[in-house]
């Protein structure tokens, strides 16, 4: 394989361009700035590049580049752009391009490296099983709204029309953000009010309860969590 005759050079290049970033910050002389291979040093990036910050969490570079010993132009330009984000871009970065073999699915068959099919390989790249949970009982900023992955997909929708525009495909990814997953961000459009507009599915200053569940309750359970003035707001929108 092509990369796999690289590696020798990669490596060899990210060790001399190791020892040129302590040359420079060691002698900042222009004598080191100029002993710089620029152009060549150039073709296969530089180690800033390479121990950058993982892309989007289940890409690293570091994992592929120096752990494995892949040679830049593996990857890029023919699988990808030098440019984050720019696969999403394409429409058609999904499990099953990757299964067609585009994209990470070019290595990523069981032969090169690990595949994208076995159900123990998902958590590798994921994080999880990416088994969408049945119930999701949010509980910031506010107690027990519920969300249930089964009712709303055995309605017809597909993944996309929540992921990743309305919600992340990631348990408490919203909750992170309490200052914003509010009611006032559901009427704007936002998460949940994508389509709770009264259009497509109920309006978010609707019902109430069927949401905030237990609230029959209300009162009794969830008064120090939701302010009065808080529930005003809610029915001055009806
Ligand atoms: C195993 C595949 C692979 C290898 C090998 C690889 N890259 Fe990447 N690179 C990617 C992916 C995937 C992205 C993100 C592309 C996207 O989001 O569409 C990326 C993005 C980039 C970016 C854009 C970063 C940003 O923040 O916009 C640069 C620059 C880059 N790579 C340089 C390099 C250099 C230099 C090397 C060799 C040292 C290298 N890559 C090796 C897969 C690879
Ligand atoms: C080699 C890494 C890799 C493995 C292994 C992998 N995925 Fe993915 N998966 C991806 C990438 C890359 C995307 C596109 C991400 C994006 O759009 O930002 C994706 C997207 C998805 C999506 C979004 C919808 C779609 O169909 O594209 C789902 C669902 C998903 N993966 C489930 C799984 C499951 C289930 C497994 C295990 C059987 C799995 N993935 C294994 C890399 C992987
Ligand atoms: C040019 C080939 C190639 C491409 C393209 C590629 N990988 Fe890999 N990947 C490898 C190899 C080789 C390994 C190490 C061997 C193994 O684990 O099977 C690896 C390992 C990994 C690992 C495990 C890293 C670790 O530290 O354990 C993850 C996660 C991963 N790849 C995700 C991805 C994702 C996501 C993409 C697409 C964005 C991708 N890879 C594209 C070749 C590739
Ligand atoms: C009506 C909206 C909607 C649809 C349709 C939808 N999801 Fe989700 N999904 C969510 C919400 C909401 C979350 C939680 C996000 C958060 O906490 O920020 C989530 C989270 C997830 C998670 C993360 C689980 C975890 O443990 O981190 C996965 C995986 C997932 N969804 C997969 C899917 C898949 C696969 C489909 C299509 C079959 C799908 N979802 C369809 C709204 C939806
Ligand atoms: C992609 C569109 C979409 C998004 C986003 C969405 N829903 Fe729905 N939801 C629907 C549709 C369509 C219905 C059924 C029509 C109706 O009841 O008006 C529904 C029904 C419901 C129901 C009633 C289910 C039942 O058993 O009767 C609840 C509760 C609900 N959604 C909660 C939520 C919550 C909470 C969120 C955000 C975390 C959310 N939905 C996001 C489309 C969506
Ligand atoms: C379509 C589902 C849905 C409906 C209908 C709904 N909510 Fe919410 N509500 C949510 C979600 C999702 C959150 C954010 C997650 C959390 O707080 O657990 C939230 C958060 C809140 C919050 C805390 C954030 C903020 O805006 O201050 C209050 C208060 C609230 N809702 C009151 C109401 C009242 C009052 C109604 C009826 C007029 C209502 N909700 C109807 C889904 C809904």
């Known amino acids: 394989m092509k990369a796999k005759m690289r590696i020798v050079a990669a490596l060899g290049l990210l060790v001399a361009a190791g020892v ?9 002389a ?34 592929h580049v120096v752990t494995a010993g892949l040679s830049c132009d593996s990857c890029h330009p023919d699988l990808f752009d030098r440019k984050r984000g720019s696969a999403k871009a394409k429409g058609d970065y999904t499990m099953a391009s990757l299964e067609a073999g585009k994209y990470c699915g070019a290595c990523h068959d ?7 099919t076995g159900s123990e390989t ?3 790249c994921h994080g ?9 009982v949010f509980n910031v900023p506010v107690k027990t709204v519920i969300f249930e992955h089964k009712g709303h997909v055995d309605m017809g929708l ?8 309305a919600f992340e495909m990631r348990k408490g990814a919203a909750e992170e953000h309490p200052d914003k997953f509010t009611m006032e961000a559901l009427y704007a459009g936002k998460y949940c009010g994508a389509c709770h507009n009264g259009t497509d599915a109920f309006a978010s200053n609707t019902r109430c309860t069927t949401c905030h569940i237990g609230v029959k309750g209300f009162d009794r359970k969830f008064a120090d969590a939701i302010p009065a003035d808080k529930k005003d707001h809610g029915k001055k929108n009806h």
């Not at 999880?128 to 999701?136: A, L, V």
């Not at 597909?158 to 525009?165: E, G, T, Y």
């Open 20 to 28: 040129l970033c302590t040359a420079e910050i060691q002698a900042t």
């Open 30 to 63: 222009p004598v080191a700035a100029q002993a710089a291979p620029e152009k060549k040093y150039e073709s296969y990036g530089n180690t800033q590049v390479v121990a950058v910050d993982p892309i989007k969490e289940m890409f690293s570079h570091k994992s």
């Open 110 to 116: 069981g032969k090169t490296a690990f595949n994208t």
């Open 122 to 124: 998902c958590k590798t």
């Open 128 to 136: 999880s099983d990416m088994k969408q949970p049945e119930t999701i």
């Open 158 to 165: 597909d993944c996309a029309s929540c992921h990743a525009k």
